[in-house]
């Protein structure tokens, strides 16, 4: 049980490492909290106008789930699953940023990469439908947040879909906020800026 600890607070610290807030500040763009949705993640940095930048964030995001997964399942699978749920968390609630980070889609999606391959393709599929037909990257990821669990069940990952549903369901209430500007119809559509 203790081993379990260890990871969940291992995937944490992984998972908490601010990545779109350290590399905006090291360009000289300053506090990307300070723009756009007032997130860490890739989309508002996006909204800096620098796509590199951007793009950088999306992967280190990214690999921070992935490599918590990929280190813990080298001691036990139950391990990964711990740690990629901290890595998640750690993501979302970052004890050096009082708790408020980003809202965890390319950590999510790091995970599943280290946890099933095959599901992060269908999200990747599915988001990149999604937002290029409508240029919205909230709606993209809930619907392939909605899609995940779906495709993990139906490839027999139980236990990794389990963790899914859970992680799905916070990742629609992190974007509760978005859910109510699609709505509204003023959500801003990727690219869009400041």
Do not use: C, Q
């Amino acid at each position: 049980m203790s081993y379990l600890i260890a990871a969940l607070v291992f995937g944490y610290l992984l998972g908490s490492i601010p990545f779109g807030l350290l590399i905006t500040r090291a360009a000289g763009l300053g506090d990307v909290r300070k723009i756009g949705s007032g997130n860490i993640g890739a989309t508002n940095v996006l909204r800096t106008g620098n796509k590199k930048l951007a793009a950088l964030t999306l992967v280190l995001d990214a690999l921070k789930g992935t490599a918590a997964v990929l280190i813990a399942g080298l001691y036990a699978p139950e391990a990964a699953l711990v740690a990629g749920l901290g890595a998640f968390l750690g993501h979302l609630f970052p004890v050096w940023l009082g708790l408020k980070g980003g809202k965890g889609v390319a950590t999510y999606l790091g995970v599943l990469i280290g946890l099933a391959w095959k599901a992060a393709l269908v999200f990747a599929v599915v988001w990149l439908l999604i937002a290029f037909v409508t240029r919205y990257s909230s709606l993209a990821a809930l619907i392939a947040a909605i899609a995940v669990p779906i495709a993990l069940y139906f490839f027999g990952a139980h236990a990794v879909a389990a963790l899914f549903t859970v992680m799905s369901l916070i990742v629609i209430v992190k974007h509760r906020a978005n859910i109510s500007r699609l709505l509204a119809g003023t959500e801003s559509r990727i690219g869009a800026k400041g």
